[in-house]
């Protein structure tokens, strides 16, 4: 990795812009040299995988009664498909060179986008992510870490020139400046990361955007030359597309394991996830939707009450919240949820 690549993470972890993820701050000599990692490495042989949508998916951000899942949760989750192929790509490398492996799909402490950039794969454009000229901004990266000696390939180039499309794009003003992300006001940080109440200053812009946000990539150039994936267990299922936000917020922990089986979206759980999908109610405008925040305000967990009752108090009017406020309070004994009902609005 180059000196330049590693003193851009030092400087996003001393900003504190990784937030709560404290794993990426824990040793990041690991990060920043693959030796580190495994003393034995000699050469890391990086590999993409193209995931492009058949559609623009910021199309569902106009339908304010269903919730926005990122591209890359829409299908199986990529940690298990892709380790599986690269699995069967290292067992070929050992047999046929009699070398030693190790593969990591974003389980390690792997910098995969600047190890990316060097092999040539793409460029880490304005918005932090990978762009590739062949296939934009959607590619799914891995890594084989190797005991094999070999050439090193020739390192792509910045193509991003004086374009800022990816940086104004972003609801929540996330990049302080180009290539550089502050992860705490970024809505996949948000939506997925955070694992408390998200921040009432974030949530108007979320949108109805329940898991991962996409609009950084989706608003890159590069992406006139993206082709649709065409690996099969990573398209979307029908059922993600597009969810309906009041099926969604009926989900008990049974329905929501059935929905996201084999789906990146269950590593937040049910409660972190009716916790996004109340935003999203809040955020919709739709009156029909009251009651399925108004449910969920007697749910067992307060993450959810919390938010259900933000919910509410986007839906209705001054005294029809005013009226549910004074009943909750009666009976809620957490303080974070009571601070939601007395909130101003």
């Known amino acids: 990795m180059s000196a330049e690549r590693a003193a851009a993470f030092e400087r996003f972890l001393a900003e504190g812009h990784h937030g709560d993820m404290d794993w990426l701050a824990r040793e990041p000599s690991r990060r920043t040299d693959p030796a580190t990692l495994w003393s034995d490495v000699r050469s890391v042989i990086m590999l993409g995988v193209n995931y492009g949508p058949d559609e623009d998916p910021r199309a569902v951000l106009a ?15 990529y940690h298990d498909i892709i380790k599986k192929n690269l699995k069967a790509l290292a067992r070929w490398l050992v047999a ?93 940080y948000l939506t997925i990361e955070t694992k ?12 109805n955007r329940i898991y991962g946000c996409d609009d950084c990539l989706a608003a890159c150039p590069w992406n006139k030359f993206a082709q649709a994936g065409r690996e099969a267990k990573l398209a979307a299922r029908e059922a993600l597309r597009a969810p309906s936000l009041a099926e969604l917020a009926a989900l008990d922990d049974a329905g929501f394991r059935a929905l996201f089986t084999k789906s990146p979206v269950k590593r937040v759980g ?14 919709s405008g ?27 108090a986007q839906l209705l009017d001054a005294e029809g919240f005013a009226r549910r406020a004074h009943a909750a309070l009666g009976f809620e004994a957490d303080d974070s949820v009571r601070a939601e009902w007395q909130a101003p609005r």
């Open 63 to 77: 339908a304010r009664s269903r919730g926005a899942i990122s591209v890359y949760a829409r299908g199986g989750d």
């Open 96 to 188: 046929t060179a009699g070398c030693d492996v190790k593969v990591f799909v974003d389980t390690a402490a792997v910098m995969e986008k600047p190890l990316a950039e060097a092999a040539g794969l793409g460029w880490q454009g304005k918005h932090t992510n990978l762009v590739s000229r062949g296939f934009g901004s959607w590619l799914f990266l891995g890594a084989i870490y190797t005991t094999l000696d070999l050439p090193a390939d020739t390192s792509e180039q910045d193509h991003c020139g004086s374009c800022r499309a990816c940086l104004d794009s972003c609801p929540t003003a996330a990049f302080p400046a180009p290539y550089q992300l502050d992860a705490r006001r970024c809505i996949s």
């Open 196 to 207: 408390g109440p998200i921040p009432r200053e974030f949530r108007k812009a979320i949108g």
């Open 270 to 283: 049910r409660d972190r996830f009716l916790r996004n999908v109340l935003i999203a109610i809040g955020n």
């Open 286 to 312: 739709d009156a029909t939707l009251v009651g399925a925040a108004e449910r969920l305000t007697s749910d067992p967990n307060p993450l959810v009450r919390g938010a259900a009752a933000w919910a509410l």
